[in-house]
C-alpha cells in the first residue's frame, strides 16, 4: 500500500470518525473469513457497517477526533475492525450479542465510543447493549410527562360517570 493510498484511507476513516457518533472497535485477528462474511451480512441486515482497518490507519484517524482517544489507541493490538452506527449507539451492541447466539465468542470488544464517551473491554458489551437511543429517551420523557395528564383526565372521566349517575338515579326519585 502506497503512503498516498493510506492518506486516502486516513482522511476517509477521519470524516467517518467525525461523522459517526457511534462506533465500536473488535478484535478481528481470531475470526475465520466466512464468519467475518456472515457477520458483515447481519451488519448490512441490520443498517451497520463494518470495515478491517490497520492499526495504525485506525491510530491516526482517531488522532483527528476532538475528543480524547487515547484509551482507545491502547487497544489497537491485532486486527481491527470498527462497526458504524449513524442511529444508535446501542445497536452494534444489540448485534454483537446476538451474532454470539449463534454459537460463537466472536468478534471480542475492544472498545465502543458513544457520544465522546469510551469504553474499553468486551465486558461492557451488556452495557453498551442497554444504553439508550435518542429516540428512546424522547419517547421515555413523553410518556412520563403524558402520565399524570392521562390520571386527571381517567379520574375526570369516571368520576363525571359517576356524577351522572346519581343525577339520573335523582331525577328518577322525584
Do not use: H, W
Not at 21 to 50: H, K, P
Not at 60 to 81: I, Q, R, W
Not at 82 to 89: K, V
Amino acid at each position: 500500500m502506497t503512503r498516498e493510498e493510506k492518506e486516502i484511507i486516513v482522511n476517509e476513516l477521519s470524516e467517518k470518525f467525525a461523522n459517526t457518533n457511534y462506533f465500536y472497535i473488535t478484535d478481528a485477528s481470531t475470526m475465520s473469513v466466512a464468519s467475518i462474511n456472515q457477520f458483515r451480512r447481519m451488519c448490512f441486515d441490520r443498517g451497520l457497517e463494518y470495515k478491517v482497518y490497520k492499526n495504525t490507519l485506525i491510530q491516526k484517524a482517531l488522532g483527528t477526533l476532538e475528543a480524547d482517544t487515547t484509551a482507545l489507541e491502547g487497544v489497537l493490538k491485532g486486527a481491527s475492525g470498527i462497526l458504524f452506527s449513524a442511529e444508535s449507539g446501542n445497536a452494534p451492541a444489540k448485534l454483537l450479542k446476538d451474532f454470539r447466539k449463534k454459537g460463537t465468542t466472536l468478534p471480542l470488544l475492544k472498545g465502543a465510543y458513544i457520544d465522546a464517551g469510551l469504553y474499553i473491554g468486551d465486558d461492557q458489551l451488556e452495557t453498551l447493549s442497554q444504553i439508550k437511543s435518542k429516540n428512546e429517551l424522547i419517547g421515555d420523557i413523553i410518556s412520563l410527562l403524558q402520565s399524570p395528564a392521562k390520571n386527571v383526565v381517567s379520574a375526570l372521566q369516571s368520576s363525571g360517570g359517576k356524577l351522572a349517575g346519581i343525577l339520573k338515579t335523582l331525577s328518577e326519585k322525584e
